[in-house]
């Protein structure tokens, strides 16, 4: 699995868009990405105070991204590409 490297985090985007290939979910996803743009950094903070009962090594990685327009107008493009595949 490749992934990308971004202000020093791993963040693992094909990890994420395949769980939602397999999962068919790449239709609701993309709309939803949109919607993270703007409100993906309350996400991420939501997420990172609930680490401690969810563990951090799932979920520091999805914090981090939330927190980044940038990784999800990637992880975005990256579903594009998928879909079109299919």
């Known amino acids: 699995m490749r992934h990308q490297k971004e202000k020093g985090t791993t963040i693992p985007l ?3 868009a ?9 239709d609701m996803a993309l709309p939803l990405l949109e919607i993270l743009k703007v409100w993906g950094f ?3 903070q939501v997420l990172w105070m609930l680490t401690p009962f969810l563990g951090r090594e799932k ?4 914090a981090q991204a939330l927190e980044e ?3 999800l ?3 975005q493009c990256y579903l594009i ?3 079109m595949q299919v």
């Open 18 to 26: 395949n769980i939602l290939k397999e999962r068919k979910l790449i």
């Open 81 to 83: 590409e998928e879909d």
């Open 73 to 75: 107008q990637r992880l």
């Open 14 to 16: 094909e990890y994420w």
């Open 42 to 44: 309350v996400g991420g």
């Open 59 to 62: 979920i520091a990685p999805l």
């Open 69 to 71: 327009p940038e990784t």
